[in-house]
């Protein structure tokens, strides 16, 4: 089974990267918004999920292997499927799903494009005690992950700014993977600014 991968960023798309190794350009889908994060020639490292459906070999990939693992447990869950457990991965980090099955709160996936109460009811049902293996949990009342809340903070600013809220949320997913962990709010929003002001290649 293929593990992982480790090349070079070809093209990167909203849910999708094309990725250039030993020869080969391999087309893998990514989490909502995930792909934008990434530019030509950029060396990337992605953990990989091999699929069978409908005689055909669909290939994903993921920033790291939490991300990849919790990916295979949301296909899990009846009525899900490989595109809203993406949509899923690309709007919540998976500190934030671990939190809101841990708090029963399904109101955290409704407002995901594709995933209605009763899905989102489902999958607060299907990964509860599930996602103990993956070291996801948090201790009882323990808040939100800081760096969720700064995500959260940098696409309200963008968004304030007038940008569509998924070219805001792609923008700032882009600027938290390429600065610092504990990086001012200030200096990320310079940097999101900078990447959407960029030409759109050719």
């Known amino acids: 089974m293929l593990e992982s991968l480790r090349g070079v960023v ?12 030993s020869g080969f350009a391999l087309r893998l889908r990514t989490p909502k918004g995930a792909g934008t994060a990434l ?40 009525g899900l499927g490989p595109e809203k457990a993406l949509a899923v991965l690309g709007a919540r980090s998976p500190q934030a799903i671990a ?6 709160s399904p109101k955290h996936f409704e407002i995901i494009k594709g ?23 948090f201790p009882a009342g323990a808040a939100a ?7 959260a903070d940098l696409i309200s600013t963008l968004a304030r700014l007038g940008y569509a809220r998924g070219v805001a949320e792609a923008a700032a997913r882009a600027a938290l993977l390429s600065a610092a962990p504990d990086e001012q709010l200030e ?16």
Request: glycine letters at 6%.
């Open 99 to 104: 939190a809101a099955v841990r708090d029963e």
């Open 10 to 21: 070809v093209a990167g798309e909203k849910d999708a990267v094309v990725v250039e190794t």
């Open 145 to 151: 992950p800081e760096a969720e809340n700064v995500l």
């Open 39 to 78: 530019r030509p020639g950029e060396e990337v490292h992605l953990f990989c999920h091999l699929l069978l459906r409908d005689d055909q070999f669909h290939l994903f990939g993921f920033r790291d292997k939490t991300e990849r693992d919790l990916f295979v447990v949301l296909l899990g869950v009846p």
């Open 187 to 202: 200096t990320l929003v310079k940097v999101a600014l900078r990447s959407l002001q960029k030409p759109a290649p050719a």
């Open 115 to 137: 995933i209605g109460a009763r899905l989102s009811q489902r999958i607060v049902l299907e990964l509860k005690g599930k996602l103990d293996a993956l070291a996801l949990g």
